[in-house]
Every structure is written in C-alpha cells, then in structure tokens.
C-alpha cells in the first residue's frame, strides 16, 4: 500500500502569506493590482530615501561630475543581480504606489524599480492604492516589502522598526518603551517570541547597535541574549564570543554560567563580608542583665553619669533593655 503523501508550507512561506492575508485585510477595497508606465511613476517627497540614486541617473546616465558618482556606481552595481532576475523572470512582487495627479507615488519597491530601468524595462507591475496611505500603514507596508528580502540585514529590519514603533507610539500618544510585547507582535505578525527579541534589541545600548550597524552582529536572537545581559564583563565575554561566532545555544550557555557565578561570588562576599558592628546577644535572666550593667556602671569613667541609670525597673524586661541602649549610647557619646 502506496504511504500516504503529507504536505506542508514551509515556515518562510507560512509567514509570507500570513502578512500578505493580513496586508490584504488591511486594505480590502483600496488596493487593485495592475501593470503601468515606469516614467509614470516617482518617489514620494514625504518618505525618507536609503538610496543616492534616482530613476534620472538610470535613465539618462551618471555624470562623473555628480559628488555622489561612486556611492551611485556601487547602488547600480548592488542592483545587477535584482535587474537580470527581473529580465528572465520579469517581477514576481509588484511593487507599491498611491494615485498622485496624473502620476504614482512609491510606497515600497523603489529597488525593483531602478532594477527593471535597469533592465530595459518600460512598465512595471504595480498595487495600486487610491490615495496616499497614512503614515503608519506606509511605514507597515515597507516593512512587509522589506522583510522578504534575502539581503535584508539586521541593522535594516531595525532601522525600518523603530520608524514604525516610534510612529505607533505618537499615534497612542505614549513612550516607545511602553509599547507591549503582544502590541508589537500584532503590529508587525510576528509571533510573541519575535517581538521580544526585537524589543530587546530596539532599547539595546549603542555598543551593540553600532556592532549590528557595522554588520559584525547578524542575528536578531544572538543580538537579544546579548541585550538582555545587565552584567558589563559577562556583555563583553558574550559580544567577543558571538563575534567568535558562537551559537545561539553557546551564547545562551554562556549567560547562565555568567550568572551562576556572579551568585556564587555574591554569596561568598556576603559570608565573608567584614562585621562592621557588634552585637551583645540577648539574655532572658534579669540576673545577667544586672550583673553586666553594674559591671559596667562601676568604671570609674562613668561615676559622673550613674545617677542617670538608678532608676532601672528589675522586674520589667522592657525597662531593662531601654537602660542597656541608653547606656550604650552615653558609651558612644563619651568615646566618640
């Protein structure tokens, strides 16, 4: 008997469509899909550009008298391999735009367009929207667009996060920080453990965000565990070790142990911490408490204040005991 073939989705591509039903959900009945003119379309004035390069430098050449010429050169250059994809494949995630007047405005894809220029392409298939989205939803579509791709780095996701945590929080009328874990989760469609490892990331110190930025930190779950360390000297034996390229589970490892000894020691400092006072013990039987305070009473350094303590009630424990402090006291004061 033939067994029976069992199929399922892969966790990229689960995830995939998971943010492509819920950004279809987002924007049932604004958004149509349809193939339009590259000289139709523009960047958005409003959105913040990564890139030197412009659909004019593609279309009529780069001038060597442009103080950006060699940044340009190198975007052209990144883009080779997204462009000659695009002429065998043609483009298999069209790219966003809003109407603008007679022209279409980018909200994501500004990379597959320079790339089909590029390819000698005159149009480009598009999602349209009717209208310019608000801010936030810009911000989540560009999020959507840029996590699928393979070149994407760290230092990018984050950088593309904190534009929309921040716009999130303004939106609330809150602090960043305050934004919870399940929040943040639902805004991105990412699972709980995800965006506690971004959050972690996000209120990160400089040290480790400029090592994400340089690129010499790539994993968002190493770059978390590291974060969450409140240890100097455990952080930094961890950021060598992952630099060292260690495993996530090394890493992990490394954290406990870490702090298992930071308890032996603090353990060990605590019994064996230096008295810094001293103390008499206590005692039920009056007899002994008299015997101490007469003791002490008769040092001829004391005649000028016994008078001070005649009047001790023997029977009364409480009386007794306020008479040893104040004496203690009156001790402390004489050898101060």
């Known amino acids: 008997m033939a067994k029976k073939k069992i199929f399922a989705l892969s966790e990229s591509l689960a995830s ?8 279809a959900q987002n924007y049932s009945g604004e958004l149509r899909i349809d193939v339009i003119p590259i000289r139709k379309i523009e960047t958005d004035p409003d959105n913040p550009r990564d890139l030197a390069l412009t659909f004019d430098d593609l279309q009529n ?3 060597e008298s442009d103080h950006e010429y060699m940044r340009k050169s190198e975007e052209i250059n990144s883009l080779h391999s997204i462009s000659h994809s695009i002429k065998e494949q043609g ?6 735009v809003y109407k603008h007047g007679e022209k279409y405005r980018l909200v994501a894809g500004e990379r597959r367009t320079l790339a089909s220029i590029l390819a000698g392409k005159i149009d480009i298939q598009a999602k349209i929207l009717d209208s310019k989205p608000s801010e936030l939803k810009i911000s989540l579509l560009q999020w959507i667009e ?3 791709r393979a070149d994407l780095s760290l230092h990018e996701r984050l950088r593309n996060l904190e534009k929309i945590v921040v716009i999130y929080a303004r939106s609330k009328s ?3 920080d305050q934004i919870t874990i399940t929040e943040l989760s639902n805004l991105i469609g990412c699972v709980k453990s995800q965006a506690l490892s971004y959050k972690a990331v996000l209120t990160a110190d400089e040290e480790l965000k400029s090592l994400i930025a340089e690129n010499k930190i790539k994993n968002l779950e190493k770059a978390a565990v590291i974060a ?3 240890s100097k000297e455990i952080k930094l034996y961890a ?3 992952c630099l060292a390229g260690a495993t996530l589970k090394k890493l992990k490892a490394i954290v406990e142990q870490g702090q298992l000894k930071r308890e032996k020691q603090k353990s060990s400092e605590k019994r064996g911490r230096q008295a810094t006072s001293i103390q008499f013990g206590v005692t ?3 007899n002994v408490a008299k015997i101490i305070i007469d003791s002490v009473l008769k040092n001829k350094a004391l005649t000028h204040v016994t008078e001070q303590f005649n009047k001790i009630e023997w029977d009364d424990y409480k009386s007794i005991s306020e008479t040893f402090k104040n004496l203690l006291k009156k001790l402390e004061e004489l050898n101060a």
Do not use: Y
């Open 16 to 23: 995939g469509l998971e943010e492509t039903i819920s950004a």
């Open 61 to 63: 050449g780069l001038s």
């Open 91 to 96: 483009i298999i995630n069209p790219v966003v």
């Open 146 to 148: 840029n996590i699928e």
């Open 174 to 176: 809150i602090q960043v």
């Open 228 to 230: 969450g360390i409140k």
């Open 239 to 241: 950021i060598n070790a």
């Open 284 to 286: 039920k039987n009056i």
